[in-house]
């Protein structure tokens, strides 16, 4: 993820992972600002992702704007 963070006040708080119909498979809480750590990485362990699945949709989400926009990932 790659978020313009600017300290406490305004950052990337977390990111969801979702099937097409707003199925929650995930979610992973940021509980700090990574201002000097752009872009950086955090996992996500215990998604379940059904058979058949083709694409998942990811929603990042920050402490000012909430959700953003979603981002969809073909899964092969």
Known sequence: MK?????????ADGWG???KDGT???YRVLAHPHVNEQP?????GGVTIPTGTK???IK???SVHGIGEDFEVKLR
């Open 3 to 11: 978020h313009a963070d600017t300290g406490w006040d305004h950052y």
């Open 60 to 62: 990042p989400r920050d």
């Open 55 to 57: 694409s998942v949709i």
């Open 17 to 19: 992972v979702y099937l």
């Open 40 to 44: 950086f990485t955090r996992s996500l």
């Open 24 to 26: 929650e498979l995930g």
